[in-house]
């Protein structure tokens, strides 16, 4: 009987190695695949300095502008040129489908990867890796996952363009990443029992490999995603020197924690319209799927993180500072007046109002893209019989992030066979 269960065991850990190291081939040879070749004779020649339609009445580089007078009367146009650093597990793609919309409502260009739907992530982008790039172009807005590399970016984008990015509370991004990457970073396997997050930040140094494939999904992924090198000791000077080359790239660093104050601020700083902040939260994830952190794993995971906590605290102090600026109580009554209006297109749009469970969502085009062995991030249901004015607003708020880059020309095969090869290995 014992040798009988004995076998099972084994058999079970054979059965997982051979998934683990399949699982690990398929993602090297997709990554190859993918990978751009690099142009490293492209030409140099500058891109506009704006790629706007018109000239805007007042409008600086930087996005300090108010966009009314004291009387109230609107006195600039609407700031189309736009970098959105997409940092990952941070609301970033709700604000992708805001700015999709946006976008198309203003026909803009947007400077999009080919094959895929991130610019060769982890790799640090390269104007290359942007679908029909020639010298010389002129794009107005670039969004998509990337490592950030200013150099680079710099050249595909006009002068005046405006940087944007978003950070959330490192300890709730560590879960967040750890929960949604942890099958794709070997380094994670040999965690054992139910609660692999709670065992992994108990000890984290026990299952960290700096060079291990992945590995920055699992330390100071913020700081990775903005080209820096997570492993950097906390105190070490060139990690305030970063911090402060981030802040003079990027004029508004919005945060999760405070997403619609922060899109309060963007409208006011690029000369927005309300109605183009609307949105419906994407790729949110099933409650019961979220670990809780106690206390102490709260804590652990910012000390793994210092650096991640370290740039949190710089921008959420700067964040403040603007909304001293925009003035609180003023504040307080625009968010109270896009949560009406977001409440509103959600009785409009979304059958019975709220997310559903993966499995019960209905149409193909609105089901969002799954982690790795499991189906906890939620979507919608698209009411029936919505009015005519509302029915393209309404699909178009509520299609995850691989669709709408789909309708909007851009050919993810990459993406699209990794997913066929998951839906035949059942992951």
């Known amino acids: 009987m014992m040798v009988g269960k004995s076998v099972r065991q084994w058999r079970s850990i054979g059965k997982g190695l051979i998934l683990g190291a399949l699982l690990t081939t398929c993602m090297i040879l997709l990554y190859c695949l993918s990978a751009p070749e690099v142009q490293f004779g492209l030409q140099e020649v500058p891109v506009p ?28 146009t609407p700031q189309v040129d736009i970098m959105f650093m997409k940092t990952h597990k941070t609301a970033s793609s709700t604000f992708l489908n805001i700015l999709f919309r946006f ?18 992530y982890p790799s640090p982008f390269h104007r290359s ?19 950030f590399n200013a150099a680079e970016v710099a050249k595909v984008l006009p002068a005046d363009t405006s940087y ?35 065992e992994f ?29 997570n492993n950097l000791n906390p ?15 990027f004029h508004l660093v919005m945060l999760v924690e405070y997403f619609e104050e922060s899109l309060i601020l963007l409208k006011d700083a690029l000369c927005w319209d309300m109605e183009d902040l609307l949105f419906f939260k994407l790729n949110a994830r099933k409650g019961s799927t979220v670990s809780k952190l106690t206390p102490e794993l709260r804590a652990k995971a ?31 009554r625009d968010v109270a007046e896009l949560r009406r209006k977001n409440a509103e297109m959600a009785s409009i749009c979304i059958e019975g ?38 029915g393209k607003l309404c699909r178009k708020m509520l299609t995850p992030e691989l669709q709408y880059l789909t309708d909007m020309g851009v050919n993810l095969w990459i993406t699209r066979l990794w997913g066929r090869i998951r839906e035949i290995l059942h992951w």
Not at 105 to 119: T, Y
Not at 237 to 242: G, I, L, N, R, T
């Open 302 to 332: 910012l000390e793994w993180n210092a650096i991640d906590w370290k740039l949190y605290q710089y921008f959420n102090a700067t964040f403040w500072n603007k909304v001293d600026a925009y003035g609180r109580e003023r504040m307080a």
């Open 103 to 120: 976008g198309e409502k203003h026909h803009l260009k947007f400077a999009f990867p080919n094959s895929r739907n991130d610019f060769f």
């Open 353 to 390: 109002g709220h997310a559903v469970d993966a499995g019960s969502i209905l149409e193909t085009s609105m089901q969002p893209w799954q982690p790795i062995g499991e189906k906890s991030i939620m979507g919608y249901n698209l009411k029936k019989n919505v009015d005519k004015a509302h």
């Open 129 to 147: 890796q942007v679908k029909d790039y020639r010298p010389g172009m002129c794009f107005n807005i670039i969004c998509n996952h990337m490592r």
């Open 164 to 198: 944007i990015t978003i950070l959330r509370d490192p300890a709730d991004l560590a879960e967040s990443s750890f929960h949604y990457f942890g099958r794709v970073v070997p380094l994670t396997w040999k965690l054992s029992g139910d609660d692999k997050l709670r």
């Open 201 to 229: 930040l108990k000890d984290p140094k026990l299952y960290y490999d700096p060079e291990g494939f992945n590995s920055f999904y699992l330390k100071n992924l913020l700081f990775f995603d903005f080209g820096q090198d």
């Open 235 to 249: 105190d070490d000077p060139k990690v305030d020197e970063a911090i402060e080359a981030i802040s003079k790239h």
């Open 49 to 76: 300095y704006s790629c706007a339609h018109r000239p805007s009445a007042v409008h600086s580089s930087t996005i300090s502008n108010s966009s009314h007078h004291a009387s109230g009367q609107r006195t600039c």
